[in-house]
């Protein structure tokens, strides 16, 4: 296997943007051949392709996508495909900074609709010529990208089989519509021709924006093979003569995203993206790459760790010292409820976003009157500037008699940073952690702040896991074991459910003890997870954010990776718009989700909007009496 195969089956990659339309804004028109300029303006090729890996590019494209002889023949260059393509790859190498390489190869210009067998004949043999001279020079992979016709794209596969058959190869198709231009056929289709013709990766790239393209990747991750999307920075509007694309970079990352989560293995930008879309992706594929690989005396620490005897005791290889664990039940008030099979609830409230805490104090304490006395607190929720999670709980323990959930993402700390946090909020008295891997900056107000991702919510799972058992994420015994109750998410209404329930297992073998999901409106998506959920034994406490309008629900579903909002619930919504009205439906349907899965889940898990604890006092009204009761465990 290659390289680049390698380094795909352990994390999502990501490509470069547009080159033509990079050229365009710099003044050269389409009269001119953008592949010929690899010669004559060799420079300007080379600083785009140093912006993209700037940008965070792991694969640069040649600019060599029309470099075919009949294309390059139009502009009478037809006699240097050969000087045309080796240019090209040496220019993407030389500025890639050990980026992949791949050889672009776009369709040949001829219409296969509607030619006779010699034009298609000479089409083939003109791009096979391509294909040769790209495989002599030192790239990476082929892709095959902005094809109409899938019977060229064959022929072209078939093209790079027999002349560059160590080559990995990307194929993709532009679609409109949902399905392929000619012939109209389905994704999941199409991929399979592709992959039966010897594509190592199947995609589409082109024709239409994120959205369109997202449900084109979401059909074709189905057949098996990885799946690779480049969309348009949605469709162009002429203006004074000029293609001006106006999708923004922030709406690129978030489809980037939710791509990812649907099984999406690599993600780029066509016509009218620039390094700033690719960049916006760039946190994206760190958060869903976060985890591919970790040092070998961490991964000691966490297979010794799950060595845990009939007494309690887990014994590290490591250091051959015995460590005994704290009983779930006596880490927390939440943990003896869970132990004990208790309904357990918690409200979810967003620190400050300054340095007065007076308003938030003041709701915990509302909190605490209706009852509810475990309040979990988000760590930047949406990439957004507030104050220290961390801070806000230690002062919540001083002044109320909470008990705190304390959210520790994975975005903002290095190994080193994320172990100093943890030990940090045990000693402050926090006992009780979500793990989550973390929304990426460029969804929130700092788009221009770095993600780390040293780790994903796998990796801090097994720290903090660790950590319990007595040993740091070196093998190093600690001076006082930790006793957090370790909670992490799950996404019921995931695109990619068997994803998510493998996802689920690995957090459970990482050490997770408790599963908090996201919000749900399906309640037939919710029944399904939960059963096939229920092998693993876990406690799951149901995620509940009632909907405050009819445009919040359409947000919701449209732009949050992870959230589905059937149309029976937003028609729900739009017949009664947004006001107080608005947000009595929105806590009636969190109400109906909440009743029909009490005897089935181990608690709630509320997230009411604007901190409006009165919403969530409202939902708890069909429990009231019955497995929970206000205060009736909360000492």
Partial sequence: ?????????????????????????????????????????????????????????????????????????????????????????????????????????????????????????????????????????????????????????????????????????????????????????????????????????????????PPELYEVGRRMVAAGAPVSIQPNAGLPSFVDGRSLYITNPEHFGVFARRMLKSGVRLIGGCCGTTPEHVRSMLGAIRMMGAGASRPTAIAGVYETERNVGPDGVSTSLATGAPTALVPLADRSRLGRRIAGGEFAVSVELSAPSGTNTDAALAQIRSALAAGIDVINVADGPRATSRMSNMAFCAGAIATTAAEPILHVCCRDRNYLGLVAHLLGAHALGIRNLVVITGDPPKMGDYPFATPVYDVDSIGLLEIASAMNAGFDPTGKQLDGATSFVLATGAEPAAADRDRELERLASKQAAGAELVMTQPVYDPQTLASFLEDAAPLGLPIMVGLLPLASSRNAEFLHHEVPGMQIPQAIRDRMARVGSGPAGRAEGIAIAREALDGVQGSVAGAYIMPPFNRIDSAVAILDVVRGGRWSPGSTSN
Avoid: K, W
Wanted: aromatic share 6%.
């Fill in 1 to 209: 296997m290659s390289r680049f195969l390698d380094t795909l089956a352990a994390r999502p990659l990501l490509f470069d943007g547009a080159m033509g339309s990079m050229l365009y804004e710099s003044g050269v028109f389409h009269t001119h051949s953008y592949d010929e300029l690899n010669l004559s303006r060799p420079e300007l090729i080379a600083d785009i392709h140093r912006q993209y890996r700037a940008a965070g590019a792991d694969i640069l494209e040649t600019n060599t996508f029309g470099a075919n002889r009949l294309m390059l023949s139009r502009y009478g260059h037809g006699n240097l495909v050969g000087e045309i393509n080796r240019a090209g790859v040496a220019l993407a190498r030389s500025a890639g900074d050990g980026a992949f390489i791949a050889g672009s190869v776009g369709p040949s210009g001829v219409d296969f609709t509607s030619v006779g067998a010699d034009e298609r004949s000479a089409a083939i043999d003109s791009l096979r010529e391509q294909i040769e001279v790209l495989a002599s020079t030192d790239i990476d992979l082929l892709i095959f990208e902005t094809f109409h016709s899938i019977d060229e794209l064959q022929a072209a596969l078939s093209s790079a089989r027999d002349v560059a058959a160590s080559l990995p190869s990307i194929a993709q198709l532009v679609f409109e519509s949902g399905t392929s231009i000619d012939g109209r056929i389905a994704p999941e289709d199409v991929a399979q021709r592709l992959i039966a013709a010897g594509a190592d990766v199947v995609g589409a790239n082109c024709g239409s924006g």
